[in-house]
């Protein structure tokens, strides 16, 4: 186990000693970086300065490492993202059991609420306290951006972080974190490649989004793609808010525009839904990839007609009820935690670390072996078909040339009456979204 800086004369103190053996011509001391090619090369590839590392990151991993997550325990959106955590630690507990890798990963779990001032205070405290050497799977654009900047000054890789925000990937600035989860660029980009397919000569659009990091991202997506259709009210929702935004509703419906996008938190979803519907709104609807498909349940037959893009198999109906890793993953989580709620949000808690698991793989094999460089150069360069992922869609990175890990999706339509998904086109923008 790595020890992480604690105060700031610590800190000056270790990053004193290293640059003396680094600049020293035997160089030899435990804290030195390795100054291998193998190593070099790969730093230099992702822009990291081993010098300014305030510990050894090619230091190969002992038979335990402690890997820290923050998760939504408390606070508003507990309920919708709370069975995320749990089926996390199954599916950790899973792959220690099977990775025949000799070296156990183990998860410790603690509350973000949802809110990056309590991402940040909790992160410290697992690197400080709990002296994780990792960091995974935490939710959230703006908890990303909260974590990235100490995780980078201590150069504990962030592999993933679950953001599909774009302010929250810029791994150019901050080569310790990795994102993964379908980006609201990609979402954007499809729900207006569907709009102008279906309005030939431009739609007008009203946006209703969160008041967010991550909903200003998709704003900015929104706009960047709308090609010949035009943005012509925008209205904002706080990620705390409970009630129905029927403000804001009527505020978009009176524009006349022929299209809505909703861009709400997971928890406002069905609200949404159901108060376009309460308004008598017929207009094209478009929903957020963020919404469970339990969300559309509920809101019953409000949710007829809303598209939404999907990218992972849906334990809940559908296809994909049956397939072997699927049934499999649902019959661990319930054994495991037998009150948590099976949802497609509580499967990504399952999905989320599969980028972690095959990096870790990848790692072992490679010169670099199972340390934090070598976790962060196999985690930065995958390209494999997660199980839980739909056909056609997969995780590729490519270093700082291709830094989107999900290109591709699928744009649905919800049908209340058989409360089926229905699949339409596969968009597939590989290659595209970066930049």
């Given at each position: 186990m790595?020890?992480?800086?604690?105060?700031?004369?610590g800190a000056?103190l270790a990053?004193?000693?290293?640059?003396?053996?680094?600049?020293s011509p035997?160089?030899?001391?435990a804290?030195?970086?390795?100054?291998?090619?193998?190593?070099n090369?790969?730093?230099?590839?992702?822009?990291?300065?081993?010098?300014?590392?305030?510990?050894?990151?090619t230091?190969?991993?002992?038979?335990?490492?402690?890997?820290?997550?923050?998760i939504?325990?408390?606070?508003?959106?507990a309920?919708?993202?709370?069975g995320?955590?749990p089926?996390?630690?199954?599916?950790?507990?899973?792959?220690n059991?099977?990775?025949?890798?000799?070296?156990t990963?183990?998860?410790?779990?603690?509350?973000?609420?949802f809110?990056p001032?309590?991402a940040?205070?909790?992160?410290q405290?697992l690197l400080?306290k709990?002296?994780?050497?990792l960091?995974?799977g935490?939710?959230?654009?703006a908890?990303v951006?909260?974590?990235?900047?100490?995780?980078?000054?201590?150069?504990?890789p962030?592999?993933?972080?679950?953001s599909?925000?774009?302010?929250?990937?810029?791994?150019?600035?901050y080569?310790?974190?990795?994102?993964?989860t379908?980006?609201?660029?990609?979402?954007a980009?499809?729900?207006?490649?569907?709009?102008?397919e279906?309005?030939?000569?431009?739609?007008?659009?009203a946006?209703?989004?969160?008041?967010?990091?991550?909903?200003?991202?998709?704003?900015?997506?929104?706009?960047?793609?709308?090609?010949k259709?035009?943005?012509?009210?925008?209205?904002?929702?706080?990620?705390t808010?409970t009630?129905?935004?029927?403000?804001?509703?009527?505020?978009l419906?009176?524009?006349?525009?022929?299209v809505?996008?909703?861009?709400p938190?997971?928890a406002?979803?069905?609200s949404?839904?159901?108060?376009?519907?309460?308004?008598?709104?017929?207009?094209?609807?478009y929903?957020?990839?963020?919404?469970?498909?339990?969300?559309?349940?509920?809101?019953?037959?409000?949710?007829?007609?809303?598209?939404?893009?999907?990218?992972?198999k849906?334990?809940?109906?559908g296809?994909?009820?049956n397939d072997?890793?699927?049934?499999?993953?649902i019959?661990?989580?319930?054994?495991?935690?037998?009150s948590?709620?099976?949802?497609?949000?509580?499967?990504?808690?399952?999905?989320y670390?599969q980028?972690f698991?095959?990096a870790?793989?990848?790692?072992?094999?490679s010169?670099?072996?199972?340390?934090r460089?070598?976790m962060?150069d196999?985690?930065?360069?995958?390209?494999f078909?997660?199980?839980?992922?739909?056909?056609?869609?997969?995780f590729k990175?490519?270093?700082?040339k291709?830094?989107?890990?999900?290109?591709?999706?699928?744009?649905?339509?919800?049908?209340s009456d058989?409360k089926?998904?229905e699949?339409?086109k596969?968009?597939d923008?590989?290659?595209?979204?970066?930049?």
């Amino acid at each position: 186990m790595f020890t992480h800086r604690k105060h700031l004369a610590g800190a000056v103190l270790a990053l004193g000693l290293l640059v003396t053996a680094c600049s020293s011509p035997g160089g030899d001391s435990a804290g030195a970086a390795d100054t291998s090619s193998e190593s070099n090369a790969a730093a230099k590839a992702l822009g990291i300065d081993l010098a300014a590392c305030p510990t050894d990151v090619t230091k190969a991993f002992g038979t335990t490492v402690k890997v820290g997550n923050t998760i939504p325990q408390t606070g508003p959106v507990a309920p919708a993202l709370g069975g995320i955590g749990p089926a996390m630690k199954e599916a950790f507990r899973q792959f220690n059991e099977t990775s025949g890798l000799g070296t156990t990963f183990e998860l410790v779990q603690g509350d973000d609420a949802f809110t990056p001032d309590k991402a940040l205070t909790t992160t410290q405290t697992l690197l400080d306290k709990d002296g994780v050497d990792l960091i995974t799977g935490v939710v959230g654009t703006a908890q990303v951006a909260a974590i990235r900047g100490v995780l980078g000054g201590e150069c504990v890789p962030l592999m993933p972080g679950i953001s599909g925000g774009t302010s929250a990937n810029n791994p150019a600035e901050y080569p310790w974190t990795s994102v993964f989860t379908q980006p609201s660029a990609l979402d954007a980009r499809i729900m207006m490649a569907s709009i102008n397919e279906n309005h030939p000569d431009g739609a007008n659009v009203a946006v209703l989004y969160s008041n967010n990091e991550s909903g200003k991202d998709y704003l900015s997506a929104l706009e960047k793609y709308a090609g010949k259709s035009k943005i012509v009210k925008t209205e904002t929702i706080e990620a705390t808010e409970t009630g129905s935004p029927s403000s804001q509703i009527t505020t978009l419906r009176s524009t006349g525009a022929t299209v809505v996008i909703a861009v709400p938190t997971a928890a406002q979803c069905a609200s949404t839904m159901q108060e376009v519907s309460n308004q008598g709104w017929n207009a094209d609807r478009y929903m957020s990839s963020v919404c469970a498909s339990l969300t559309f349940d509920v809101a019953g037959a409000a949710a007829n007609g809303w598209h939404i893009t999907t990218y992972a198999k849906d334990p809940t109906r559908g296809e994909f009820v049956n397939d072997p890793v699927v049934v499999t993953a649902i019959d661990s989580i319930k054994k495991a935690s037998p009150s948590t709620p099976i949802t497609t949000t509580t499967m990504t808690g399952f999905l989320y670390p599969q980028p972690f698991f095959e990096a870790a793989k990848v790692a072992a094999k490679s010169p670099l072996g199972l340390s934090r460089l070598g976790m962060m150069d196999a985690v930065t360069h995958l390209d494999f078909q997660p199980a839980l992922l739909k056909p056609g869609v997969k995780f590729k990175l490519d270093g700082l040339k291709d830094q989107v890990a999900i290109e591709a999706s699928y744009l649905s339509v919800y049908n209340s009456d058989t409360k089926l998904f229905e699949d339409g086109k596969l968009y597939d923008f590989e290659g595209q979204m970066t930049g």
